[in-house]
């Protein structure tokens, strides 16, 4: 796990020793334990850390920050050269099945000098090309050179677990693994990027596209790569090289029973996968079933005499509260739990600093939770972290996966069914009401022109108040829902990969990564195996989402015996979130400091006086609307540290 940045000049041109230091500094906690950088003017290439920097005029710059996890030695130092001195490479992230595909090189031939997985991925790209990339299991970020071909070759991996920002100028081309970093080298001065905010303010959308809340900064989507002459420095177009499918398997081809057999053996590997290091790890432990299972697969893999330590938030807050879940979990596996409490307090007294940290607008305050978590597993000296990030997304967790199946059931023409679903699904799913479930279906059922009439007339009835809709309107943008996220999918399978791809999973993980890097701590998502989704998507919808309404069906198979059945049998969910709306009123005094700035003046889509109106309103008792206020309130806070009106 590390940093990574760089640009490819049209001009050759010096690094000046303060945007050296500029670069090193940003990227110090991505990256403490060391650093290296590569220049190159076109016809020579030098890498070390400051001596290279004496070197005359350069095309290309490859800087990296060593957050040292697989092999701690100085063999693992970047940026990482071929024999030959051909090759060259920067790769922020983990391949966990490095040592198998270190074996597949060896029958190749192939000799190796170091035990680091940097060093399969090199030695891998040069014999296979960009055919290797499907063989990885792992996340990763990296940008590598062919000195004699003069191109260079930028990929992120399958689910976006790793960022990879760049921006095109007159320059040339900057990336690296932050938004700040990009900015400094390409001394950009940023614009506000208005499609990403109004899909913000208005839908709470974040990492969507390639798209970021800085108009000359884009970021490289998941499973995309794009590649660059060195002699020929013009912006491209980044192709995809993965896409998660559904190959269906029929119920004649595989059993319920069988289907969770060959779930447990995929998932327990991929854990053990992901315990891979060199350093200390632990686990965070929510109290739902994906980060229990995950604890659980832990200490079943080491064995009892294991140590397995956890770390968890306990919210004050009895309607948000999972402790009861956490202790049963690590009670009946054995392993350490360490709890973190934060108060309001501590989010007022750490917010600018979370802002800054996320670089853009973030969705609730939840994302200050997680990071209290992390603060806490770095505190006991935990470098690497496995999380249960992307659970929901493959095993339909969330509540609106039950409307796409019951609208699945009704277009199949099986009432009987829907109708059972609807008794079961009402008993097993305590927080959804008839009326939400058979409201919420219909939106699915709806024929395809009628659909368009009525989404137009529920846009309108839930404007925003304070949102100038129509300036955006006079500005050429549409209010109206990306395309990408604004679709009706026939299956609980299609509605997975959407969310997957662009509607929930690549915010998360954005989260994730800001989080864990503050800490210098490396997050793993055992969840997110390509080989792991793709069993997942190919199996019968009622596998997946059962026919009585239960969630992770075929999971909660699978980890019997592992997992307690109390927490394998739990019938709510309480999601990571914090006590939001009871925080919002303690903190009064800063947001009433907030809208009262007069920055929000100087912000033309949103109306101070209807605003203010909507926060009384929230004060008065009207708690629905504390998510549009949050953004809005966070939007501005965001909006003034880039001084983007000046």
């Known amino acids: 796990m590390c940093g990574i940045a760089g640009y490819i000049l049209k001009s050759a041109s010096n690094i000046h020793r303060t945007k050296n230091q500029i670069v090193l500094d940003l990227l110090e906690k991505r990256g403490p334990d060391d650093y290296g950088l590569l220049l190159s003017d076109g016809e020579s290439v030098s890498t070390g850390r400051n001596e290279i920097l004496e070197s005359g005029g350069q095309k290309l710059a490859l800087w990296h920050r060593r957050l040292s996890i697989i092999d701690l030695t100085e063999h693992g130092w970047q940026p990482m050269s071929s024999s030959d001195g051909r090759y060259h490479i920067v790769f922020n992230g983990e391949l966990y099945n490095y040592k198998e595909i270190r074996n597949e090189l060896r029958t190749e031939g192939i000799s190796f000098k170091t035990e680091s997985d940097t060093e399969v991925l090199l030695q891998a790209f040069i014999k296979w090309g960009k055919s290797c990339l499907k063989k990885f299991i792992g996340m990763f970020a990296f940008a590598f050179y062919d000195h004699q071909q003069k191109t260079i070759f930028f990929c992120r991996d399958f689910f976006g677990i790793k960022p990879l920002y760049y921006a095109f100028t007159e320059k040339g081309f900057f990336f690296g693994s932050q938004i700040n970093v990009v900015l400094a080298l390409g001394d950009i001065k940023p614009n506000v990027n208005l499609d990403s905010s109004l899909n913000y303010l208005n839908y709470a959308l974040t990492d969507y596209s390639e798209n970021t809340f800085f108009n000359e900064v884009k970021q490289l989507e998941p499973a995309h ?43 327990l590997k991929s854990v053990e996968l992901h315990m891979r290091s060199d350093v200390k790890i632990g686990a965070a432990l929510s109290g739902g079933l994906d980060s229990s299972a995950i604890v659980a697969a832990m200490k079943y893999l080491s064995g009892n005499a294991a140590r397995v330590e956890t770390f968890s938030f306990i919210a004050d807050d009895p309607a948000y509260s999972e402790e009861a879940w956490v202790d049963i979990l690590t009670s009946a596996a054995r392993v350490d739990s360490f709890k973190t409490s934060p108060s309001s307090s501590d989010f007022f007294n750490d917010i600018q600093n979370i802002i800054k940290l996320h670089e853009e607008p973030f969705g609730s305050i939840s994302i200050f939770i997680q990071n209290r978590v992390f603060r806490l597993a770095a505190e ?191 019938k709510d969910k309480k999601g990571f979130a914090a006590p939001q709306r009871k925080w919002m009123t303690d903190l009064k005094p800063w947001i009433d400091e907030v809208m009262n700035d007069k920055i929000v003046d100087e912000i033309p889509f949103i109306k101070r006086k209807e605003l203010q109106v909507s926060w009384n309103s929230f004060l008065n008792g009207d708690h629905n609307n504390d998510k549009l206020i949050w953004r809005c309130i966070n939007y501005i806070e965001w909006y003034k540290l880039y001084n983007f009106s000046s």
């Not at 059962?546 to 927490?567: C, E, L, Y």
Request: one cysteine or more; a neutral charge; proline letters at 5%.
């Open 225 to 267: 790569y794009l590649e660059i002459n060195l002699n020929n420095v013009t912006a491209v177009q980044p192709v995809r090289y993965w896409e998660a499918k559904a190959d269906k398997i029929s119920k004649k081809d595989i059993s319920f029973d069988e289907a969770a057999s060959t779930f447990r053996d995929m998932f």
């Open 380 to 570: 006991n000296n935990i470098k690497v972290m496995l999380d249960g990030q992307g659970g929901d997304e493959i095993l339909a967790g969330y509540t609106h996966y039950l409307f796409i199946r019951l609208a699945s059931l009704l277009k199949s023409g099986n009432i009987a069914g829907a109708i059972n679903y609807v008794n079961k699904c009402l008993e097993n799913n305590p927080e959804v009401s008839f009326k939400l479930l058979s409201s919420s279906s219909f939106r699915y059922l709806l024929p395809s022109s009628f659909y368009e009439k009525v989404k137009n007339k529920v846009v309108k009835a839930n404007e925003v108040s304070w949102l100038d809709q129509g300036w955006f309107l006079q500005n050429g943008k549409s209010i109206l829902p990306p395309s990408s996220i604004d679709t009706r999918p026939s299956s609980v399978v299609e509605k997975l990969i959407e969310d997957l791809k662009y509607q929930i999973l690549p915010r998360l993980l954005h989260y994730e990564d800001r989080n864990s890097m503050n800490y210098s701590i490396e997050s793993r998502v055992p969840f997110l195996n390509p080989e792991l989704s793709a069993f997942m998507y190919s199996l019968p919808e009622e596998y997946i989402l059962s026919n009585s309404g239960k969630t992770k069906a075929v999971f909660r198979k699978a980890m019997q015996g592992i997992v307690p059945d109390a927490i394998l049998n739990r």
